[in-house]
C-alpha cells in the first residue's frame, strides 16, 4: 500500500494549471490596467482577454517577460498561526503575436496570439493539505502553475470583430497496482496517463456607434470552466491478507470557474479607459479532495472518511483601467497606467467541520476546517516605453485583503470508529487579513 | 545588435518548449523531414526547423502555418506474440514567423506534437519484465519547441532555444484506521505537498552556406533527465472491524527515487547538397549519448513497521513484509551514430505549382547492450525507409498572396528478428526472439503568406 501511494503522490504532482491570469491578468497592459482588456486590448494579451482583438495586432511581437507574487497572508484566532506562509510565486511570461497577412478582403484582419506564463522554480504547485491545516484556498498555490492559451481573432468589419481560442490544462487518470511479485518482496505496476483538457475562450467586440475606427467599443468574452482534476486508484488488495481498499487519491489541483466578462472602452492613440465587470462561476467548484475510500455501492453508508465540503458561491468582478499614451521625439512612446478591481471572496464565511481519525484513540472526530480567503481591492500600476523596434513594459498589482472573520464549526469529541460522526463541536473564530504584492516587467520586441 | 542579442538570450533562456524528444526523435517532425529520413539540419526552414535546427527559422522567406497529422503503428513481436506497443499518432504542426530587428534577418518559431490521447503516460515495471524500452512510453508525450534565430550574415544563421521537462517532487500522508475485515469501512483521508519542477536543457543550431549550393550545419540537443523524487508516509491503525479494539499500528515510510524519462545529448552534422536546380541531397549524421542513460529502475528506501498484536495475528491475517532492497542492474548502453539520408526532386515545374518526390533513409543501431542477464530492455536495430511527396500551390486566391504545400510521407521501419539468449538457463523469462516493423504515415498542410 505504501509504495502504491508514494508512486500516487508523484502522480498528483503531475497536473498543470491555468490560474495566475485568473488571479493578477495576462500581460503587462492588462494587468496594470487592474484586469481589463476585453474591450480595450491590442496585441497578444488578448488571447486571454478578448481573442476578437487579436485582429488588431499590426505587428509580428514576441515579448519575454518576468513576474514576482509575494503573499503576506494571515489568520489569527484560536489555534490559528497568525501570518501563513507561502513561498513568492515567480514566473516568466512569453507573448507572440502575428497578424496574419492575407490579402484582398481579408487584409488587416486576421490575426494569431499565443501566451505562455511559467513559474520559474517549478511548474505546477500541487499542495492541498489536510483542512485544518490553516491555508489560503483560492490565491498562493493558484498563482504558481503553468499557463497556455491561444487565439485567433477575425475583424468583420463595420466595427464588429469576434475571435475564438482556448486555454489548456492537463489532468492525470492513472492506477498504481501493488502486489508481492515473485521474489516475495513487494512491487508495483504504475501506468497514468496525462491529459489535456481544454477550455474555450471566445469574445466579441463592436465599436460605437457602428463603423471602424470609432473611439466607443464594447466587448464581451467568456471563458470556459478549467479544472485540472488527479485521479489515481491505488490497488494493494493482492499485497497481502490484510483487506486493503482500493484507494482513491482524487481531487482538483487546479481550478478557474466559468467566466464571462464585459466592458465598454473610450480608446483612442492617446487615451483608454475601460470600465468593466466579470461574472464568476465559483459555485461550481467542487473543493480540493475528493474521498480516499469510497462507500461499495452495496454498501452507501460505510465508514469512509468524507472530504470536506465548500459552497462557494458566484462573484462579480468589477474593475476600471486606464491608459495615457504621450509621445515623445523619435517615434518613442511612454505609456502610464492604472486601474482599479475589487474582487469579492467566493468562500463561505462559515465553515463546516471536517471528518479524520484521531490516530491515537482511532476515533472519528471533527476538525475545522480552515480555508481562509477574503475579498480583495487590487490596486494596479504601470509604465510602458515604445522604442522602436523594441517595448518595455513595468507593471505592478497591490491586493489588499479587506478583513474578514471566519467562523469555523471547531474540534468536537471523538466517536466510536464507525459511528456516525459526532455532531460539531462549539464554532470558533478566524480573521483573515493580508496583502498581495505583485510586479513585473517585460521586453517586447516588432518584427 | 546588442539588445537583439539580449533580448535572444532571455528568449533562449525563457522559451518553453516542454517534453522535447522522444516521439520526434523516432520518427520526425513534419512529412517533409520524414520523408527524406531526418536528414534536414542544413535544409530545414519550416516549422520543422524548432526540431531539426532551429538556425533554419532565420532562412524562412515568409510567414508559415503548418497542420498535419501523423501516425505511427508499431508492430512489435517477442516469440511471434505482439507486444501490444500503442501507436503513436497526434497532430503536428507549427509556426515560423520571420522578420527584421535593427535590420537583421530574425525570426520566431514554434512546434508542437499533440498526440490524440495523452500529454504523456509512464508505465513502470519491474526492471525483469520485458518491455520495448525505446518504443513502448517514450514516444508517448507531447512535444512542444520555440525558437529564435537570426542571420548575422547572408551565409550563417543561427538560433536556439531552453527546452524543458519536468521533474517531481513530494510528500504524500494518508491517515487514518484500516479495519482489515471490513475494507469498505476504512477511515482513511490523504493530503499531498507535490511540486511539478522544471528541469532546463538547451538546443541551439548553426548552419554556414559554402555556396549557392552546398551548406553544412551543426545542432547540438541537451540531455535531459525526468526524475522522481518522492517521500511518502502512511500511519494508521489496523482493526479486525470498526468497533473492535486496535490491533496494531502501522508506520510506512518511504522515499523512492528513480528517473522516469531520459533524453541523450545529440549533436548532429548535416551537410545538404543541391546537385541540380531540380535535384537535393542530404546527409545528417547524429551522434547520440546513450552511455549516459540512467535505468528507469526506482532506487527505494523503506522503513516499515507493523508490530504484531500482542496475542500475534488472527488466523489468515498476514502483513506485508519489508520489501527487499531494489538491486538496480546498470544497463550500459552504448554510444550511437545514427545516418540519415535524404532525396528530394522537384519532378514537376509549373507557373502555379510544383511537385516534388522524396526519399530517405535512416539506420539506428541498438544502444542496449545484449540481455543475457536478469533484465529484459528488448530492443533491435532500426533500418527506416521513407518516401513522400509534396505540392507547392502559389497565388491560389487573392486572399492569398503566398502559397500552399501540401507534403505527405510514408515511412516503414524494419526491426530485423533478433534472438535475446539467456546465460542462465533458469532465467525465469528465458530465450526468446523479438523483431518487428513500424508504419508510420503522415501528412501537412503549409499556409505561407
Known sequence: MGAGAVVAASLVASVASASPEDIFGYGPRSVAMAGTGTASSDDYEAAYTNPALISRLRARTLVIGYQEASFNLSASGTGLPGPVGYDPATGILIGVGLPIPFGGRLKDRVGVAIDFYTPTSLLVRGNIPYPETPQFVVLPDRAQSLTIRAGLGLDLGYGIRVGGGFGALAELDGSVVVATNSTGSVGSTVQDQLVAVYAPTVGATFDLPFGAGRPFRLGVAYRGQLEARFSVDIDATKLSSLNIPVLNISGIAQFDPEEVAFEAAYDTKAFTVALGATYKKWSAYPGPLEATTTCPAAMPMCGAVQPPTLAFHDTVVPRIGVERTLALPRRTKLHLRAGYAFEPTPSPSETSASQAVDPKSLMLVNVPTRYFDASRSIIAFGSGIEIPPLTIDTYGQVHVLVPRTITLDAASPASQSGAPPPPPGPTTVAHVTGTVLTFGMSLGVKF | ?449
Do not use: C
Request: no cysteine.
Open chain 2, 1 to 449: 545588435m546588442r539588445p537583439l542579442g539580449a533580448l535572444a538570450l532571455v528568449a533562449f533562456v525563457a522559451i518553453a518548449s516542454e517534453a522535447r524528444a522522444n516521439p520526434v526523435d523516432a520518427f520526425g517532425l513534419g512529412s517533409r523531414g520524414t520523408a527524406m529520413g531526418g536528414a534536414q539540419a542544413a535544409d530545414v526552414s519550416d516549422f520543422s526547423a524548432n526540431y531539426y535546427n532551429p538556425a533554419g527559422l532565420a532562412r524562412a522567406p515568409k510567414l508559415e502555418l503548418s497542420l498535419g497529422y501523423m501516425g505511427a503503428d508499431q508492430s512489435l513481436y517477442v516469440n511471434g506474440v505482439n507486444s501490444g506497443i500503442d501507436p503513436v499518432k497526434g497532430l503536428v504542426g507549427g509556426v515560423v514567423a520571420p522578420g527584421r530587428v535593427f535590420g537583421i534577418p530574425f525570426a520566431f518559431g514554434l512546434a508542437i506534437f499533440l498526440p490524440d490521447d495523452f500529454l504523456s503516460r509512464v508505465n513502470a515495471l519491474p526492471q525483469d519484465q520485458p518491455r520495448w524500452e525505446l518504443y513502448a512510453n517514450r514516444n508517448q508525450r507531447l512535444y512542444i519547441a520555440a525558437n529564435v534565430a537570426i542571420s548575422p550574415l547572408p551565409w550563417l544563421q543561427v538560433g536556439g532555444g531552453i527546452a524543458f521537462m519536468a521533474a517531481t517532487s513530494g510528500t504524500l500522508g494518508i491517515t487514518g484506521s484500516l479495519p482489515v475485515l471490513q475494507a469498505a469501512n476504512a477511515e482513511l483521508r490523504h493530503e499531498v505537498d507535490a511540486d511539478l519542477t522544471a528541469i532546463r536543457y538547451p538546443q541551439v543550431g548553426a548552419r554556414v552556406e559554402l555556396s549557392r549550393n552546398v551548406a553544412l550545419a551543426f545542432v547540438y540537443r541537451g540531455q535531459f533527465s525526468e526524475k522522481l523524487d518522492l517521500h511518502a508516509i502512511l500511519s494508521g491503525g489496523i482493526t479486525l472491524t470498526p468497533t473492535t479494539p486496535l490491533l496494531t499500528t502501522a508506520y510506512y515510510n518511504l522515499e523512492t527515487i528513480s528517473v522516469s524519462a531520459f533524453l541523450p545529448q545529440q549533436a548532429v552534422l548535416g551537410a545538404s547538397w543541391q546537385i541540380t536546380p531540380n535535384l537535393r541531397t542530404n546527409l545528417d549524421l547524429t551522434y547520440v549519448n546513450w552511455s549516459a542513460y540512467v535505468s528507469p529502475v526506482a532506487s527505494i528506501n523503506v522503513k516499515l513497521n507493523i508490530p504484531p498484536p500482542s496475542f500475534g495475528w488472527p488466523p489468515g491475517i498476514a502483513p506485508p513484509t519489508t520489501p527487499a532492497p531494489t538491486t538496480i542492474l546498470p544497463l550500459n548502453m552504448n554510444d550511437t551514430l545514427v545516418p540519415h539520408l535524404g532525396i528530394e526532386w522537384r519532378a514537376l515545374e509549373r507557373p502555379k505549382w510544383e511537385g516534388f518526390v522524396r526519399g530517405g533513409y535512416e539506420y539506428d543501431k541498438s544502444p542496449i547492450p545484449a540481455q543475457t542477464g536478469s533484465t529484459n530492455y528488448i530492443d533491435r536495430d532500426r533500418h527506416a525507409f521513407s518516401f513522400g511527396l509534396g505540392l507547392r500551390l502559389m497565388q491560389v486566391l487573392r486572399e492569398l498572396p503566398g502559397d500552399i504545400r501540401l507534403d505527405g510521407h510514408v515511412q516503414l521501419s524494419a526491426l530485423f528478428d533478433g534472438t535475446t539468449v539467456k546465460s542462465s538457463p533458469a532465467d525465469y523469462v528465458g530465450d526468446y526472439v523479438a523483431g518487428g516493423h513500424i508504419w508510420n504515415v503522415g501528412g501537412n498542410v503549409t499556409v505561407g503568406f
